[in-house]
């Protein structure tokens, strides 16, 4: 009898660990807490209170190619960076193809999920749901908590002095919606996040005046990178990736921070960060600081009844309108602390998906992570590992192994070498699904690949590094990966392409292709 696996949301972890568990033999059941699929890419004119909310505006941020499942590529038509509709449109084309939709329970909230009696011999769970005010219990064998960090909004109010006696409006960035509730005013984002920045340069359509308060800073990237092409087609690839994690950090910090600065100078525009940060991906932000339709101000120092004092800046500035664009706090209500235990916005997971401390590893926790890029194939190889662990094909290492990695990671030190991130929960996309690849056996070789299909070598170091190549070999193959590889760039120009001209680039890519292939000795010669 195939093991049962209760799966708690149908966003985007949550399809892929419905289908993962379907190519183990496993029998998923999943919980979604509304009527319907998507998670935070589905979008509704109200707040629903447990589940993601997004703004009517919000587009990807990584590109089609980048954020494609391991077997399934975005269809050639669709734009290169994705409106939440059409985003949630490929989710439910991904549902329709793998028929995933049978294995969901709408409108079933998950009360508790709490340890079997005999856990310890069984590793089973005792899982509680609600539907139409009716509970209900069922025992499964293994459960995957599919419910991301942005349900639980972090407000430290306590942090901002004299915000009791503030007579306007404020609100988190959770409940923002569209443009018009900042109409005539005067509006402050706190924040400087990807959506402190988008809901800024939405203000500034309407408003009266927008100022944005950072303590650290960002730096900023346009969708449209080098030649026209998406930012993380040109950044993400192997061969950038050895050589910024080859370098001191120091180095490599300041290369990226250089990289940003050659589209605007971050100086100039007061936006500077003091450690590399997850950068912003934002078209219209520098347009907006140079034309005054926004600026940027230092942290807040205090409100007062009708304005706000800065840090360093003598003069208040009147606003009617706040909004604390101040991130997420863990949460995981349905469990209980002694499974999972949130400290500092982060849980002590192993490689983000374990707890360690378990007899039996048969919880696991699918995308409660931040990684630098797409979020889609990260949760997917999670998952195929997560189900490849469940089913026995692939074990955990020993607990001191686990909480030895675990507690290291909780040190967030600066890497000598490489990046060095601000928050435990943001890693490198490319080093850490490449680790848990090569638990499950799906890493390329690239050496092997090189001797054996060169074209495609070439395709997978130096281009971008999509998720298709962990479908080439090992559990889970797709005789669709080399052609998806292949014609990644051809599916990621054509929406653009709706007028032919001629393409005078051609010489110089074929010169640089010549060039490229010189370079594969030196860097067999590394990899060797």
Known sequence: MARKVAIVGAGVSGLASIKCCLDEGLDPTCFEKSDDIGGVWRFTEYVEEGRPNLYKSLMSNTCKEMSAFTDFPYPE???????????????????????LRKHIQFKTAVISIRKHPDFSATGQWDVITET????TSATFDAVMVCIGYLTDPSLPLSSFPGIDRFNGQYFHSRDYKTPEVFKDKRVLVVGMGNSGVDIAVEAMRTAKKVMISTGRGAWVLSRVFDNGYPWDMVFLTRFLNIV??????????RLIESRASQWFNHANYGLNGSRFLEPVINDELPAGIITGKVTVRPSVKEFKETSVVFENTPDAEEV????????????????DDSVIKVENKHASLFKYIFPPLLEKPTLAVIGFLRPLGAVMPVVEIQARWVTRVFKGSCKLPSIKTMMEEINEKKKNKKNWFGLSFDEVLKTDSIVYVDQIASLIGIKPSIPALFLKDPELAMKIFFGPCTSYQYRLTGPGKWEGARKAIMSQWERTLKPTRTRVVEDSSNFLTYVLKVLAMLAVFVVLTYLV
């Open 77 to 99: 038509d669709f734009p290169v960076f994705l409106p939440h509709a059409k985003l949630l449109e490929y989710l439910r084309m991904y549902t329709k193809h793998f028929d």
């Open 132 to 135: 139409n005010g009716k509970q």
């Open 244 to 253: 910024r994690n080859s370098l001191p950090g120091r180095i490599t910090t």
């Open 320 to 335: 009617d309108v706040v909004v604390f664009a101040t991130g997420y706090k863990a949460s995981f209500p349905f469990i």
